[in-house]
């Protein structure tokens, strides 16, 4: 079929939306849906303007299939979010091709739609606000060129519809972002991207393992402290408690339900917070030693004293804590437990195990022991470092005696094989230590290079105890934060990244992104129901919500509507017109389409027997102001039409005496004079 | 379809019977507008509701925002749809006259008081379309509408339709104006004619039209004159209107007798009576027109023609046809 050309205009916006939702996937998907996507554009296109022929159907029938096998074959199925929209992409590519009127350029506006919607659903950042409202821009702009049937207008006049779209519908989406009832999804089974991997803390810790987390400025998580954050060194974030050793790595086995909460007890004050975590895929939460208790969902404290959810952390998590900086943890331990926190693998490490001795020996109890311990770090040349040589099979030996270079993880474990040679129950947490104040400082930045590892040992009467060995080698680790640190070793120069304007800046940007984060990302059920009790609005439910949301979305309607006939309003008249009009009010007389002022006034008169005279002057003094007046004139004008009486009513004769009945040229039409 | 069209029909009842008849010029007030929904816009709010269902199940809040915006877009369009159309004023309505088989040409004014445009408003009579066009601020558009014409008679222009789907065709806004208008729908010319029978003072028509070549002077211009005979030379040089005078004119009187084709059927009959009307006013002729019911003494000029041409279309009185 031959194209008339006539689509030229809305073809090029449909494109242009088309291009516009579909770039932010550009290097996520296949190259070759992109190429099939440019190549179709551009073959539509260039059909269009040479007024030529379309792509026949049978040999857009087969290409329609190979390209869904195609699809098949990338990714193994059309269920999830990046088959679904590469899917689309395709469908619209080859719509474009078959495109010949309106209805063809709907489907692929729609399909524009779903596509940003795919693209939020991979991936939302700070940007997105910015790609949705240019790309909604862009595809209203679209969406009036292909409604428009009017006489083609320039393209500036379609983006500024586009534009005028996007302004009008602001208000009415802040008012359904806020009120329009959230409900807990989900209704069906997410697919879930397995091999997505995230950084973060994992499961298991062997050396190595933190020092490449160091390098990851990435947000782990964010806590606001209801009340002043504790000092720096008692932010210890734990996580994951590591206590099955097998001679070089650290393990977690499945945590069991805790039922620990009668054996912490408090010492002090406590401190409560609000951590928004992002996704880890894991099930683990992060709490500031050490939990006392948590509100949030399907969350749980395991015999380790670390909080855990039922389901996997897939989306940014939002949760309050309530936390113990001083406690007593497990006075009692099972004898059996005790057992199992000081089982080290046979054969393994002997020289540690010597030096256990050795120094076990010289100590008359488990607190001197402890101190020896630490004070042999302290004053052996142990180095701090986020490249230490590898190991070999006995890798706390090597580490202890021969290498000496070391991160948290490296001192950590050596830490608690120590103890463990000497008969004390000991064991590796892993979670985040510090943290980062924020530009306002009302909240804290943990990021990925605070990933820490340190030890809990139990001594009797006192239960588990904190004991950070990095601390006693590296305590600018603890004091201030890893670069200090690095630096003081002379691992890391201060570089361009530490000049504080670029942390401030950082800094901003974090702001900026937390607060993206906690207003448009985190706002779920629970963000909502919190706003709305700041309103005033306590525990509504969804009925009393959606009331709300009619009540105040009518309003704005009704505002818009106003503001629409407003700028709708005739024109602005001259003074000297508007008193001709205030004349027509007072004698409620309009004057008739095309009726000039003397006719007017004859038939005015003619009906106003009385006023005959007021009204000959007003609409003389009008003519005469009309046709170079003067500020005389004017004032002659405004004093004729005061004069004129006020009626009340309507006179019914408004309309001019209509033309004889018998059918003439003109047979409905208003008379001119 | 039928079912649409009965339920179009119901509804235009129902308009007609709460508006009443309307006069001109008339204000397209909130009480004469109509909005619904179009296909696209069922559509779209198909699609906007599919996309809070995915939103919902993904907890996405970019997406919840893209359908929020689309359902915030959708509800203003519905405003903007309505302001688009409301105040407009339908000023004037003008009907052309044709001879049968001819469309007939309806100018349809808009008047916009606006300070801002109306965008993408289509008229129609009836079912027939004046198409797609903006009117400017503070202006005015003519539409003008060709309605096909079979018989000569009265044309009956009951509906007029003006109606919007600005800006994103998801509603539209329309207004249904009844209009007592009529307008006269003339016999087509015969195209053969038989010899006008010669009647007594008949002198003149029997001449031919090698009279209008022996030009006689020039007189002033007469309402009614043909414009082929004004003196646009003149015009040029001296701004005043003259009509050419040829021997031959004013000099004799025609009738035009509807007895004498008696033996014709009556719209032939009438058919061949607007040649001849045709044929005298093109000669100069003075003309004179008889019908059963209806007499106009002899003239000559185009609105003595179109008086002629009217007084044929109104023979026995037809009933008024719908221009439908």
């Given at each position: 079929?031959?194209?008339?050309?006539?689509?030229?205009h809305?073809?090029?916006?449909?494109?242009?939306a088309?291009?516009?939702?579909y770039?932010?996937?550009?290097?996520?998907k296949?190259?070759?849906?992109s190429?099939?996507?440019?190549?179709?554009?551009?073959l539509?296109?260039?059909?269009?303007?040479?007024?030529?022929?379309?792509?026949?159907?049978?040999?857009?029938?087969?290409?329609?299939?190979?390209c869904?096998?195609?699809?098949?074959?990338?990714?193994?199925?059309?269920?999830?979010?990046?088959?679904?929209?590469a899917l689309?992409?395709?469908?619209?590519?080859?719509?474009?091709?078959?495109?010949?009127?309106?209805?063809?350029?709907?489907?692929?506006l729609?399909?524009?739609?779903?596509?940003?919607?795919?693209?939020?659903?991979?991936?939302?950042?700070?940007?997105?606000?910015?790609?949705?409202?240019f790309?909604?821009?862009?595809?209203?702009?679209?969406?009036?060129?292909?409604?428009?049937?009017?006489?083609v207008?320039?393209?500036?006049?379609?983006?500024?519809q586009?534009?005028?779209?996007?302004?009008?519908?602001?208000?009415?989406l802040?008012?359904?972002?806020?009120?329009?009832?959230?409900?807990?999804?989900?209704?069906?089974?997410?697919?879930?991207?397995?091999?997505k991997?995230?950084?973060?803390?994992?499961?298991?810790?062997?050396?190595?393992?933190?020092?490449?987390?160091?390098?990851?400025?990435?947000?782990?998580?964010?806590?606001?402290?209801?009340?002043?954050?504790?000092?720096?060194?008692?932010?210890?974030?734990?996580?994951?408690?590591?206590?099955?050793?097998?001679?070089?790595?650290?393990?977690?086995?499945?945590?069991?339900?805790?039922?620990s909460?009668?054996?912490?007890?408090?010492?002090?004050?406590?401190i409560?917070?609000?951590?928004?975590?992002?996704?880890?895929?894991?099930r683990w939460l992060?709490?500031?030693?050490?939990?006392?208790?948590?509100?949030?969902?399907?969350?749980?404290?395991?015999?380790?004293?670390?909080l855990?959810?039922m389901?996997?952390?897939?989306d940014?998590?939002?949760?309050?804590?309530?936390?113990?900086?001083?406690?007593?943890?497990?006075?009692?331990?099972?004898?059996?437990?005790?057992?199992?926190?000081?089982?080290?693998?046979?054969?393994?490490?002997?020289?540690?195990?010597?030096?256990?001795?050795?120094?076990a020996?010289?100590?008359?109890?488990?607190?001197?022991?402890?101190?020896?311990?630490?004070?042999?770090?302290?004053?052996?040349p142990?180095?701090?470092?986020?490249?230490?040589?590898?190991?070999?099979?006995?890798?706390?030996?090597?580490?202890?005696?021969?290498?000496?270079?070391?991160?948290?993880e490296?001192?950590?474990?050596?830490f608690?094989?120590?103890?463990?040679?000497?008969?004390?129950p000991?064991r590796i947490v892993?979670?985040y230590?510090?943290?980062?104040?924020?530009?306002?400082?009302?909240?804290?930045?943990?990021?990925?290079?605070?990933?820490?590892?340190?030890?809990e040992?139990?001594?009797?009467?006192?239960?588990?105890?904190?004991?950070?060995?990095?601390?006693?080698?590296?305590?600018?680790?603890?004091?201030?934060?890893?670069?200090?640190?690095?630096?003081?070793?002379?691992?890391?120069?201060?570089?361009?990244?530490?000049l504080?304007?670029f942390e401030?800046?950082?800094?901003?940007?974090?702001?900026?992104?937390?607060?993206y984060?906690?207003?448009?990302l985190?706002?779920?059920?629970?963000?909502?129901?919190?706003?709305?009790a700041?309103?005033?609005i306590?525990?509504?439910?969804?009925?009393?919500?959606a009331?709300?949301?009619?009540?105040?979305?009518?309003?704005?309607?009704?505002?818009?509507?106003?503001?629409?006939?407003?700028?709708?309003r005739?024109?602005?008249?001259?003074?000297?017109?508007?008193?001709?009009?205030r004349?027509?009010?007072?004698?409620k007389?309009?004057?008739?389409?095309?009726?000039?002022p003397?006719?007017?006034?004859?038939?005015?008169?003619?009906?106003?027997?009385?006023?005959?005279?007021?009204?000959?002057?007003?609409?003389?003094?009008y003519?005469?102001?009309r046709?170079?007046?003067?500020?005389?004139?004017?004032?002659?004008?405004?004093r004729?039409?005061?004069?004129?009486k006020?009626?009340?009513?309507?006179?019914?004769?408004?309309?001019?005496?209509?033309?004889?009945?018998?059918p003439?040229q003109?047979?409905?039409?208003s008379?001119?004079? | 379809?039928?079912s649409?069209?009965w339920?179009?029909?119901?509804?235009?009842?129902?308009?007609?019977?709460?508006?009443?008849?309307?006069?001109?010029?008339?204000?397209?007030?909130?009480?004469?507008?109509?909005?619904?929904?179009?296909?696209?816009g069922?559509?779209?709010?198909?699609?906007?509701?599919?996309?809070?269902?995915?939103?919902m199940?993904?907890?996405?809040?970019?997406g919840?925002?893209?359908?929020?915006?689309?359902?915030?877009a959708?509800?203003?369009?519905?405003?903007?749809?309505h302001?688009?159309?409301?105040?407009?004023?339908?000023?004037?309505?003008?009907?052309r006259?044709?001879?049968?088989?001819?469309?007939?040409?309806?100018?349809?004014?808009?008047?916009?008081?606006?300070?801002?445009p109306?965008?993408?408003l289509?008229?129609?009579?009836?079912e027939?379309?004046?198409?797609?066009?903006?009117?400017?601020p503070?202006?005015?558009f003519?539409?003008r509408?060709?309605?096909?014409?079979q018989?000569?008679?009265?044309?009956?222009?009951?509906?007029?339709?003006?109606?919007?789907?600005?800006?994103?065709?998801l509603?539209?806004t329309?207004?249904?104006?009844?209009?007592?208008a009529?307008?006269?729908?003339?016999?087509?010319?015969a195209?053969?004619a038989?010899?006008?029978?010669?009647?007594?003072?008949?002198?003149?028509?029997?001449?031919?039209?090698?009279?209008?070549?022996?030009?006689?002077g020039?007189?002033?211009?007469?309402?009614?004159?043909s414009?082929?005979?004004?003196?646009?030379?003149?015009?040029?040089?001296t701004?005043?209107?003259?009509?050419?005078?040829?021997d031959?004119?004013?000099?004799?009187?025609?009738?035009?007798?509807f007895a004498?084709?008696?033996?014709l059927p009556?719209?032939?009959?009438?058919?061949?009576?607007?040649?001849?009307?045709?044929?005298?006013?093109k000669?100069?002729?003075?003309?004179?027109?008889?019908?059963?019911?209806?007499?106009?003494?002899p003239?000559?000029?185009?609105?003595?023609?179109?008086?002629c041409?009217?007084?044929?279309?109104?023979?026995?009185?037809?009933?008024p046809?719908?221009?439908?």
């Amino acid at each position: 079929m031959r194209v008339d050309g006539s689509l030229k205009h809305s073809l090029g916006w449909t494109i242009a939306a088309l291009l516009v939702a579909y770039a932010p996937q550009l290097t996520t998907k296949p190259i070759w849906i992109s190429g099939l996507l440019l190549v179709c554009a551009g073959l539509r296109w260039s059909t269009e303007v040479r007024r030529g022929r379309l792509i026949p159907t049978w040999l857009r029938l087969p290409i329609g299939i190979g390209c869904f096998i195609a699809v098949l074959a990338s990714y193994g199925g059309v269920n999830g979010v990046a088959p679904g929209s590469a899917l689309l992409s395709v469908m619209a590519a080859l719509k474009l091709l078959e495109t010949r009127n309106r209805r063809d350029e709907y489907v692929i506006l729609y399909i524009c739609l779903f596509l940003m919607l795919s693209t939020f659903l991979a991936e939302q950042h700070l940007w997105s606000i910015a790609y949705l409202l240019f790309g909604f821009l862009v595809t209203m702009a679209a969406w009036v060129s292909v409604s428009r049937r009017a006489k083609v207008r320039p393209a500036r006049w379609y983006a500024r519809q586009g534009l005028k779209t996007t302004l009008y519908a602001l208000p009415l989406l802040l008012c359904l972002w806020i009120l329009f009832p959230r409900v807990p999804g989900p209704f069906w089974a997410i697919p879930t991207e397995a091999g997505k991997a995230r950084t973060g803390l994992s499961s298991t810790l062997s050396p190595g393992d933190i020092s490449t987390l160091s390098e990851s400025q990435e947000v782990a998580f964010r806590v606001r402290f209801q009340s002043i954050a504790p000092p720096r060194e008692l932010l210890y974030w734990r996580a994951i408690v590591m206590h099955n050793f097998d001679g070089r790595t650290w393990a977690a086995d499945e945590p069991v339900y805790g039922k620990s909460s009668d054996v912490l007890q408090s010492r002090g004050e406590s401190i409560r917070y609000t951590i928004t975590m992002e996704p880890t895929r894991q099930r683990w939460l992060y709490a500031l030693d050490m939990p006392a208790s948590w509100r949030g969902q399907k969350i749980y404290r395991t015999g380790y004293n670390t909080l855990q959810r039922m389901e996997p952390v897939n989306d940014r998590l939002a949760y309050e804590a309530r936390s113990l900086l001083q406690y007593a943890a497990n006075l009692d331990l099972q004898p059996r437990s005790k057992r199992w926190y000081t089982r080290l693998p046979p054969d393994n490490n002997p020289q540690a195990v010597a030096l256990a001795n050795q120094l076990a020996d010289a100590s008359s109890s488990t607190d001197e022991y402890v101190r020896r311990v630490l004070s042999y770090f302290r004053e052996q040349p142990f180095y701090y470092t986020l490249s230490p040589p590898a190991l070999g099979r006995n890798a706390i030996d090597e580490f202890l005696l021969e290498t000496r270079r070391g991160f948290c993880e490296h001192y950590a474990s050596a830490f608690a094989f120590l103890m463990r040679a000497a008969g004390i129950p000991a064991r590796i947490v892993a979670g985040y230590q510090g943290g980062t104040e924020s530009l306002m400082g009302d909240y804290m930045i943990v990021r990925q290079s605070d990933a820490h590892a340190w030890n809990e040992i139990w001594l009797e009467g006192q239960g588990w105890v904190r004991v950070d060995p990095t601390a006693a080698v590296a305590p600018s680790r603890i004091e201030q934060n890893l670069n200090s640190a690095l630096q003081e070793y002379g691992e890391r120069a201060p570089g361009a990244f530490d000049l504080p304007a670029f942390e401030n800046l950082k800094l901003t940007w974090d702001l900026i992104n937390a607060r993206y984060n906690e207003w448009v990302l985190g706002f779920g059920p629970e963000t909502q129901r919190d706003f709305l009790a700041w309103l005033g609005i306590d525990s509504p439910d969804w009925r009393d919500q959606a009331t709300l949301l009619a009540i105040i979305l009518t309003a704005l309607m009704a505002m818009i509507a106003l503001w629409l006939a407003w700028l709708h309003r005739p024109p602005r008249r001259d003074d000297a017109s508007r008193w001709y009009q205030r004349l027509q009010r007072r004698l409620k007389l309009p004057a008739v389409t095309g009726e000039a002022p003397r006719a007017y006034s004859r038939r005015a008169r003619a009906l106003f027997p009385l006023q005959a005279e007021a009204i000959d002057a007003s609409v003389e003094h009008y003519l005469a102001v009309r046709y170079g007046g003067n500020a005389r004139q004017f004032a002659s004008l405004r004093r004729a039409v005061r004069q004129i009486k006020r009626r009340w009513r309507a006179h019914s004769a408004t309309a001019p005496a209509s033309a004889p009945k018998v059918p003439t040229q003109t047979t409905a039409k208003s008379r001119t004079h | 379809m039928s079912s649409t069209a009965w339920l179009s029909r119901r509804l235009s009842h129902w308009v007609r019977r709460r508006q009443g008849v309307d006069s001109l010029p008339l204000t397209l007030s909130t009480k004469r507008l109509y909005i619904l929904p179009t296909r696209v816009g069922m559509t779209f709010g198909l699609v906007a509701f599919a996309m809070l269902l995915g939103s919902m199940n993904y907890n996405n809040s970019m997406g919840f925002a893209l359908t929020f915006l689309l359902t915030a877009a959708g509800l203003v369009a519905m405003h903007r749809c309505h302001q688009n159309l409301s105040g407009l004023i339908l000023s004037q309505l003008y009907a052309r006259r044709a001879f049968a088989g001819e469309p007939i040409t309806v100018e349809l004014t808009l008047n916009n008081q606006a300070r801002t445009p109306r965008f993408d408003l289509r008229a129609r009579v009836a079912e027939y379309d004046g198409g797609y066009h903006d009117v400017p601020p503070a202006g005015s558009f003519v539409y003008r509408i060709r309605i096909p014409t079979q018989q000569r008679g009265r044309l009956q222009i009951e509906r007029i339709g003006l109606a919007t789907e600005f800006p994103l065709g998801l509603l539209q806004t329309w207004a249904w104006l009844y209009v007592d208008a009529e307008c006269l729908v003339w016999p087509k010319p015969a195209e053969i004619a038989p010899a006008r029978p010669a009647l007594a003072d008949d002198g003149a028509g029997q001449r031919g039209s090698g009279g209008d070549e022996d030009f006689a002077g020039l007189r002033d211009y007469q309402d009614g004159d043909s414009p082929r005979l004004i003196a646009w030379k003149t015009y040029a040089r001296t701004h005043e209107l003259q009509s050419r005078q040829y021997d031959g004119q004013n000099t004799s009187e025609v009738w035009l007798d509807f007895a004498s084709l008696s033996h014709l059927p009556a719209e032939e009959a009438l058919s061949v009576m607007a040649r001849w009307i045709l044929d005298a006013e093109k000669r100069g002729e003075q003309y004179g027109l008889r019908l059963p019911d209806a007499t106009q003494q002899p003239a000559n000029g185009l609105r003595h023609r179109n008086q002629c041409l009217d007084a044929l279309a109104c023979y026995g009185n037809p009933e008024p046809r719908r221009a439908s």
